[in-house]
């Protein structure tokens, strides 16, 4: 059987197996198969194009270095035939398997080497991933016949490496995951406000001063959008040495790659380095730490900046050799322009008021300036983002890649008889996140970019006209690294869907579907593994299906069965018809006592409650075989036999008998947190119970497709879901309290410990997960909640506060050891060193805050009587400041804000390294940076005197010993109990050793 699609002949036997991506052009599976021997013997033609025998030889070297084949060349018995062929395009090849021989017809070398790439997938993964091939590797090739070309000749990847930085090695790692799919173009965008990425030899301080910024912005933290860091970043960039190496790793992998250097927006680190191309030349200019959109922007009508802009350009032209270099283009806002005296001069000479008009004059500039540079090698063309397109440009031959409403600007563009690259931000900006479930990094977007999503995107409008058509040249993906950092992650969220991206841009439309597509990536996933590659496995595996709670014996786990529909069904459940219910009525055809029928979720008040829950429940005998029980008649189930095997089809309860015939999920959705299963009684093989819309009066009913409107699948929502999950999360809590540090009595009350005997109360409701399940009201969820909450209240309330007073000292639970003192020029600094009382503090006031585990107070230090005060960078003041001091239960940690001050936020230590206030304390933090800190009595370090009937407390080498006590505790500094042994050997650190009514600090060394 074959497959003929339109404009494109696919001849595929359905019983083929040959996975590839990007799919091929053409496949045809032939009889047998040929298997590579531990000799291969290679005929090449004469006369090959330049760079082919190179292209050979590699692929020979990983033959016998990762597979152990030794490879020679002869026309004799050769195995692996290569030919010249004529009429093919660049990238075009064709490769034969047959039972003795493989073939493969090339015209250039970009040709051989995409033959190769499919070669290589077919055979063992070790050999496309550069790893050996494991000892009993399968060496047989099926037997086929390959005719390829891409379908378009721009197949691209960019990533922005100004906002955050990837080393040359990683650069490679991208390169190499480019070519496995066959892209052929790296869009490098080396420029942003963020940083300035390559060296410029004849501008120094691009790199110098452009390459570093004091601290990053850092987004997704749950407390805050974002917060900075502290910690400088950079210097990072590429040497010039660097580029050339990286051009020519491309170069041997095909790969073209595309500099971008973003102007005249996107260039506040540019302006940063010479701040005399900008429009405010007197002003401070520094690398943004934000994101987004800056307005410090090039002075386009200096002219020593535009030959700012060309110097550069003409370093940039002897480093890369591709006939293209990106100018950006794009979110430059003309306000600095508006405000400068020669922006103004130069748009009246113009003729214009518009002073975006400005931008499109610089651009011809530059279009002109590289197209016609003195060297031809040097010539480029110029590639721009799609806003480029609001100017007149007339005249022009710039490519356009089309980002933002690229439906419409890519017509336009082609309008103008302008070439178009598709890189729509929605969804081929693959930094954006690809699910929407939890545990995914954090990054822009709500999960709905997904490989799915991404596969769908189809590059040329169907609306296109002929005329149209001709100029759309590529796709590509982005990526954008404002809030990606880490190798890991950028992999993570570029893999499989950079695949995806590469079957459109070399498969023709006809020839793609996602389902086999998802069944030939998921054979990638060993490939992935070998190169060490992150990737998400959101499709490359089946998710391991999640049941809902099964019932046994009389043990209910009762749930609402909700039907996944999203049209006027949604939310419907399945009720059981009680007599008297108003759904039994003429109107509803086949309604009656004791069927099913879906129904709104009814109140607890109303009579109809009771009957919509359901319960699950399990044959003893043959597990994966249910009943399905109704909480009204638990003695009873729903007959699996229904009124008719057709959608006309009732189901009826038996009130008095369990049949165990109903299986679940094997259909199956599953997105974050929500999971929907389908139902089947055994007696019809083909046939799922479902919700039926309006022509079957919202019966229950059977359908042959759960997934058709979602409507056969259900959610099983927990009998009292929001009690049940509130419970369980005081559950949670109570046990994680019966772990905290507690006193004894008044007398060893330290700052974040808790009454023993009310951590004793809470351990009498430490209650069995069961018990909760058993729960059969709303009544009893919310008795039982009430004692729960009591309890934790009073345990709550007898956490130890600061004592008005006492010495204490606080430190830094980010940077261990790290205390607060008052530093010079009366600033709050922290230090790691050996402190003299200006690391000494106490609370001058202390009054409880109603309602919070918290204190307001004055921070007063022992040493200089000054007090914490206000200020941002925090001053020490000669008057009391009032700061609000709260316990963090989830960190055993305490937490300072402003009360008095104009800025309440919390306080946290700046990093040493930083280079704003390096060691001092600021505001406005989040837990991330440090907000945690711990306030302990100031104790003596040394051996305590032994005194008759007191314990006494010291360390021997790495053991603590403690005398004369009854009870011994031992704590980290973070409020940890370590655990007491006589005779342990304690790792390296601080402790809080607690013997009856003693307190002391020990260090071990």
Known sequence: MYILVAMWLVVVPLTAQIDLIPKPLSVVRGNGQFTLGPTVVVDLPENMPEGSQTIIEQFASD??????????????????????????????????????????????????????????????????AGRQVEAGASWSVPACTIADKPRFGWRGFMLDVGRHFFDKEQIKRVLDMMATYKLNRFHWHLTEDQGWRIEIK?????????????????????????????????????????????VAYAKERHIEIVPEIDMPGHMQAAMAAYPEFSCTPSALHEVWTDYGISYDVLNVANPAAVQFVKDILDELTALFPFEYIHIGGDECPTNAWQNNAQCQALLKSLGSTNYRDLQTHFFKQIETYLAEKEIPAHRRRVIAWNETLGGDLTGSNVTIMSWINWYNQSKLAADKKLDVIMTPQIPYYINRKQWSGPGEPFSQGNGSETLEAVYAFEPVPTDATAAQRPYYKGVQANFWTEHVYQNEVLEYLMLPRLAAVAETGWTPAGGKNFSDFKNRIRTDTTLYQLKGWKYGNHYMVDLPKVLPAISRDCDFHWFRLVTAATDVRAG?????????????????????????????????????????WWALVEDPTHPGSFALVNKAYPEGSVDPAATASNNTGRWNYDVARRYYDFVIAEQYLENGSARHYSIRSKKYPALFMNLAAGGQQYSINMWADPLDGNSGMFAFVPFLEEEMNRLHASLKTLRRCLTYPVYASDDQKTPGTFGADAQRTLALLDLPADSISSISSMAGATALQIRIDNALAAFRSSLAFPVAGVDYSILSTRFPGHQLYHGASNKLMHSGSELDRSGEWYFTSVSPVEGEPAVLVQLRNRKSNYWIGAGTPVEMAPTPHVYKLSFNEEYLDWELRGHSTPNQSRIFPIPLQSVVTPGGVTRDGVRATGTGWLIQPLLPTDVATVEANRPSIYSVDRQIVVENARQVEVFSLLGIRQGYQHHKNYRQGTYLVKADNRVAKIIIH
């Open 63 to 128: 033959l016998q270095q990762y597979g152990n084949r030794t490879v020679r060349y002869a026309s004799a018995d050769a195995h692996l035939k290569v030919a010249l062929a004529t009429g093919f395009e660049a990238e075009e090849y064709s490769l034969v398997v047959t039972g003795s021989t493989i073939s493969i017809a090339f015209a250039q070398p970009a040709g051989l080497f995409y033959a190769l790439q499919t070669l290589r997938r077919m055979l063992p993964p070790g050999i496309s």
């Open 202 to 246: 004849k501008y120094p301080r691009l790199t110098s001063v452009g390459s570093f910024r004091k601290y990053k912005q850092v987004w997704g933290n749950p407390e805050a959008t974002t917060y900075y860091d502290y910690i400088p970043y950079g210097p990072y960039y590429y040497t010039q040495d660097d580029i050339k190496e990286i």
């Open 572 to 612: 419907k459940c399945i009720e059981l018809l009680a007599q008297g219910s108003p759904l039994i009525n003429a109107s509803n055809t086949g309604s009656a006592v004791n069927r099913l029928w879906s129904n709104t979720q009814a109140a607890e008040t109303a009579s109809n409650y009771v009957y919509q």
